[in-house]
Antibody, heavy 116, light 107 residues
Framework: EVQLQQSGPELRRPGSSVKLSCKAS????????MHWVKHRPEHGLEWIGW????????KYAQKFQSKATLTADTSSNTAYMQLSSLTSEDTATYFC?????????WGQGTLVTVSS | DIQMTQSPSLLSASVGDRVTINCKAS??????LNWYQQKLGEAPKLLIY???NLQTGIPSRFSGSGSGTDYTLTISSLQPEDFGTYFC?????????FGSGTKLEIK
């Protein structure tokens, strides 16, 4: 069974950073691009970017270019996203998504709360 | 960026009803359009890919159609478990973009 297991909720101060993880099981993360998506109920879903775990190539939406950094560790079959210079606007649930047909597989989401 | 406009934003329907949700792209997306269902506190679930292809395991009451800039998700006979928020998503060009969502409530 394919699963994407994401790390637990995070509480951070403004100006700090956070690193989220997404561990795949049931398939190799090198089989597909790994994407990250931001969800705020009042703003809907936003695509952040993707990483090709095979070679580390990345692509970001322009608005996340200096906010998010995507990496992957093929030895542990895990993808990561670091968010920097956190503000209240970064308070959201973040999903990793992958698989065939554009996002057949989703993680359960990680809630990041930015508050002083 | 391609803007995806969904309508309606809120839909209330009864079990057994035929339901349609619309998605309009700001430019031609060449049928590179997916539909997802999301329930509160859960990850989105892929329903339809590339306009009209049913994802494995999704009931056949779900179907999709469209071309160019206009796309539709249809639920032929609404079931109680179909409540949730539905999103369209274009993967024709970067950045990938989602619709604003349609919240489907069961009467």
């Amino acid at each position: 069974e394919v699963q994407l297991q994401q790390s637990g909720p995070e509480l951070r101060r403004p100006g700090s950073s956070v690193k989220l993880s997404c561990k795949a099981s049931g398939y190799s993360i090198t089989d597909y691009l790994m994407h990250w998506v931001k969800h705020r109920p009042e703003h809907g879903l936003e695509w952040i970017g993707w990483i090709d775990p095979e070679d580390g190539e990345t692509k970001y939406a322009q608005k996340f270019q200096s906010k998010a950094t995507l990496t992957a560790d093929t030895s542990s079959n895990t993808a990561y996203m670091q968010l920097s210079s956190l503000t209240s606007e970064d308070t959201a649930t973040y999903f990793c998504a992958s698989g065939p047909n554009w996002f057949a597989y989703w993680g359960q989401g990680t809630l990041v709360t930015v508050s002083s | 960026d391609i803007q995806m406009t969904q309508s309606p934003s809120l839909l209330s329907a009864s079990v057994g009803d035929r339901v349609t949700i619309n998605c309009k792209a700001s430019q031609n997306i060449n049928k590179y359009l997916n539909w997802y269902q999301q329930k509160l506190g859960e990850a989105p679930k892929l329903l339809i890919y590339n306009t009209n292809n049913l994802q494995t395991g999704i009931p056949s009451r779900f179907s999709g159609s469209g071309s160019g800039t206009d796309y539709t998700l249809t639920i032929s006979s609404l079931q109680p478990e179909d409540f949730g928020t539905y999103f369209c998503f274009q993967h024709n060009s970067w950045p990938l973009t989602f619709g604003s969502g349609t919240k489907l409530e069961i009467k």
